[in-house]
């Protein structure tokens, strides 16, 4: 059995994992990212197992068809939108995921909404040229942070601008007032939520329902002063209108 590890342009894939267990299997991983057809035709012939990291490697229906040995196709997280489904079921290739994480992407939008609120990417520039102190920094207690969607993520958010003593709203196409209250926040209605945000932050997953939720509409009804956190795809906000 061989297997393909793809796109793993840190190195560190071979110490993510216990790849040992993996008894009489090869694996190969690939630094590179191959971006040409038949090249990655060519290199992945071979493979009865590929694992794509993320979707930088999309695996349209003319790549999947090239590939008489695939017999699994797995993504690094729960789903990936690159990969063509229906091709891959018509080769009788199954297709999984990884357990996803919560932690990680609640890290990464806290992480954006401070270096935005204290400036921290301007002012660690500026001391690293001999100046300091040039800006003064934006408190959270007492703001309001409204989140689009309230899952698994939206949820690990809300419980952290608890503690920094915000006020929490939400909104999305099926929350309940109940799930709202479980998680500490309030629902409110869509318009409220982008008119009422000081930082607004987006955790729904892409679909047709939710591409473009947020488009020119929504952004003339937040506050001149309001930050917009989008860590989930990136057509869900649609910048052209």
Excluded at 31 to 56: A, C
Excluded at 109 to 133: C, F, H, M, S, V
Excluded at 212 to 237: F, Q
Aim: with cysteine; aromatic share 6%; net charge negative.
């Amino acid at each position: 059995m061989k297997v393909a590890i793809l796109d793993d342009y840190q190195s560190v894939a071979k110490d993510m994992a216990d790849w040992n267990s993996l008894s009489g299997a090869t694996i190969d991983f690939f630094s590179d990212h191959e971006s040409d057809e038949q090249n990655l035709v060519n290199r992945l012939k071979p493979f009865d197992i590929i694992m794509g990291m993320r979707e930088r490697t999309p695996f349209p229906k003319s790549l999947i068809d090239q590939l008489p040995n695939l017999k699994l196709l797995i993504t690094s997280g729960a789903r990936n939108a690159s990969f063509d489904l229906e091709a891959a079921t018509n080769q009788g290739i199954l297709v999984c995921g990884t357990q996803g994480s919560g932690e990680g992407p609640t890290e990464l939008t806290w992480g954006l909404i401070l270096a935005l609120l204290r400036n921290i990417p301007q002012e660690d520039k500026l001391t690293r040229e001999g100046k300091w102190g040039t800006s003064i920094g934006i408190g959270l207690k007492g703001k309001t942070i409204g989140l689009l969607g309230l899952g698994h993520i939206g949820s690990l958010v809300a419980k952290i601008a608890i503690a920094f003593d915000m006020n929490v709203i939400a909104w999305s196409q099926n929350l309940t007032s109940e799930r709202a209250a479980e998680c500490g926040t309030r629902l409110v209605s869509k318009t409220d939520l982008f008119e009422l945000s000081d930082i607004l932050s987006i955790h729904v997953r892409l679909s047709e329902r939710t591409r473009g939720l947020v488009s020119e509409p929504e952004l003339n009804l937040m506050k001149k002063t309001a930050y917009l956190i989008n860590i989930s795809r990136g057509p869900i906000v649609d910048e052209n209108r």
